[in-house]
């Protein structure tokens, strides 16, 4: 790895009472990144690289040092579902998950984004009754489930989706238990505005160290905000859920529960044939990964407290998966034996039709690996 060991985080955490809910449509960031960020993944065909992906990364430790850095870590990126594991710091910091005795496994749910296969929706589906809630309580909206075989049994049987289905529906059962158990309303527990949200916003500001009064945000797809962050501030947050030395006693004891739970239940944080779930069992929790949409993704190094985020510039998943493995494998934190349990998520093969290999999605020569 290069090594950078600059600070990415400065600022300081506060609470906000913007009365509006939607987002600014003048003097927003540019989120583009910037137009020569180094190219991280590339894809072969035969003997020639057909396409490649640019993006940005960094290694930061909690102490905010950044051990290493590719391309702009200042731009704000909307971090979208790969910080679920901050937004379920409230859960746990407000007493709610322990208020309705919920287990490590409703808390790993809260942090997922999950196939919607059934032990994910049937976990879902308890927990709501639980808080005394129902599917009709969400406001995530719906979609057919992400693995195939339970979006296809579903299409066989008649069934329409629900948001028990929806990737994000852990996430949204843990906001509406916040808010059940503060006594808020839970009807536009979405909106930026909403005490859940506006919580939320506080412990992301606390967490990442930046005052994020006045940075763009946007509507994510399960219809809560997002917030655009430095990707420097983002690595700096999750180092910190790996190492929350320098946090108060109540948002470490939270993060260390969470931390527990990532790590505990690997197929509930996605599920089967994903690479979060993949990257953590070969890793046997000694990595704790999340991916979100449009190429972000991040992870924690629990035992060595680095947390890593990366953005790839064009969104595309195949190559944030490259991207997180190549970061993972720079820091050495995993075994060879582990590694070769991973192979496929450094080097990912492309087949055609016939299943026959044809080419490779890889780390571009000369950054991580």
Known sequence: ????????????????GHAHDQPPTEGHADLSGPPEAPILVEVTRGGMVESVHRGRACIV?????????WGDIQAPVYPRSAIKALQAI?????????AYQL???ELALACSSHNGEIRHTRLAEAWIKRIGLTVNDYECGTHLPYDTETAHELIRNGEAPTAFHNNCSGKHAGFLTTAVHKGEPTKGYVRFDHPVQQRILGVMEQMTGQDLSHAPWGIDGCAIPTIGIPLGAIAYAMARIGNPKDLPDARAEA??????AWRAHPYLIAGKDTFDTAMMQASGGLVLVKGGAEGVGCAVLPKEGIGIALKIDDGTPRAREVAMAALIRATKVLSEEQWSRAAKLLNTPITNRNGREVGMVRPAEGWAV
């Open 1 to 16: 790895m290069s090594h950078d060991h600059s600070s990415c985080c400065g600022g300081h955490g506060h609470s906000h």
């Open 61 to 69: 430790d909690a102490g905010g040092r950044v051990l290493a850095q």
């Open 90 to 98: 409230p859960l746990v910091e407000t007493g709610a998950l322990d």
């Open 103 to 105: 287990t490590d496994a």
């Open 255 to 260: 993060v260390t529960r969470i931390r527990r």
